[in-house]
């Protein structure tokens, strides 16, 4: 019997061919996190005459969840949570040598996903002690942020079927290579809905900017035999972005957008190094695009005797623009 040993500790995951069922394809992440058996325990109440109460107990419900606790974002795993939170985006190449991988959210009933659309993981994960497991993993919600001097870095929430003890222990896998994405090597771009999106930069103003997700993909549970999840399904999903600006004339601006309910687009685009052949992407990119409305202002502050000013947009569907939220990922890797 060993001693569980921090630095020993996994997250293994792959990718599910049959949802809910696992493969031996295991890859590693390469950040940190920490499983949950989140089964509902139940002590019934009953009046039997014996003070301290029996240990009477059930389970009548079984589930998984797995924190991917904050780590820097790279070109290389961030598809990983996008497939399994938004839908499964298939790889496109051209000329170069980047695959190119599209996620956008729906907006209409017609192309709503489907619980098949969705990329679902097995995961294994523990220390040297103990390995538990869990299948048909999904993302619920997920975070992106960043500021200047800084990558940027992602968390994220799976949920999943029942977590047991893996007798069989980790498999023994290489962790891949990875790139992360650097906050500085950002642009923004801030156009109305009527224009191109991406088409007009916002240069010296990005200061830091937070996005969170809430996917809408959530556990059904129903009467089928099991205790754990029958399927998932996707419910409305909430996109807000944070966006701390130098205190600036394009500040001002926005504020007055806000204040006048003018719609806008919002493209956050991260590039890091050359891929090994160009086409239409010359570097490994992480692109956000969204449509929306800023929700509200908070008041001035600073940065280190700097004026900043925090914008909170809220992304909706805007029929000029036809655009709710899309991601972009391009890199090297074909099979993640």
């Keep these: 019997m060993a001693n569980g ?4 500790r996994q997250i293994q995951l792959c990718r599910e061919a049959t949802q809910g ?59 990983h949570i996008l497939d399994a939170g938004i839908k499964y985006a298939a790889p496109t190449t051209d000329t170069g040598s980047g695959y190119i991988r599209t996620w956008t959210e729906p907006v209409a009933s017609s192309n709503v996903s489907a619980s ?16 538990e497991k869990f299948a048909f993993g999904f993302v619920t919600d997920f975070t992106l942020s960043g500021n200047a001097g800084e990558a940027w870095k992602v968390k994220s929430t799976w949920m999943g079927r029942e977590a047991s003890t893996d007798n069989d222990g980790f498999n023994t896998v290489t962790p891949p290579d990875v790139e992360e994405a650097l906050f500085s090597k ?11 999106i991406g088409s007009t930069l916002i240069s010296n103003t990005l200061i830091g900017a937070t996005l969170e997700v809430t996917t809408g993909w959530q556990a059904v549970y129903t009467g089928s035999g099991r205790l754990d999840l029958s399927f998932v399904k996707q419910v409305k999903p909430e996109i807000k972005l ?35 052949d160009g086409g239409t992407y010359t570097y ?10 800023w929700d509200t202002f908070d008041k001035i502050d600073e940065q ?22 899309a991601f972009t990922i391009v890199n090297e890797v074909a099979d993640l």
Aim: glycine letters at 6%; charged letters at 25%; aromatic letters at 10%.
């Design 5 to 8: 040993i921090k630095a020993l």
């Design 21 to 79: 069922t696992a493969t031996t394809d295991f890859t590693v992440w390469r950040g940190v996190g920490t499983l949950e058996d989140s089964r509902e325990s139940v002590w019934p109440e009953e009046d039997i005459g014996i003070f301290g109460g029996t240990d009477r107990q059930y389970f009548p419900k079984l589930a998984a969840k797995l924190e991917m606790d904050e780590v820097e974002a790279t070109f290389e795993q961030l598809p």
């Design 116 to 131: 098949t659309d969705l990329i679902t993981y097995s995961f294994k994960a523990g220390d040297n002690n103990e390995v």
């Design 186 to 196: 950002t642009k923004l771009y801030i156009d109305a809905t009527s224009d191109t």
């Design 242 to 276: 944070d966006i701390t600006f130098e205190h600036n004339d394009i500040a001002s601006y926005e504020k007055y957008a806000w204040r006048n309910k003018i719609a806008r687009q919002i493209r956050l685009l991260c590039e890091g190094t050359a891929l090994s």
């Design 284 to 293: 490994k990119t992480m692109q956000i695009d969204l449509a929306g409305k």
């Design 304 to 325: 280190d005797g700097n004026d900043v000013v925090t914008g909170h947009f809220i992304a909706r569907y805007n029929s000029t623009a036809d655009l709710l939220a």
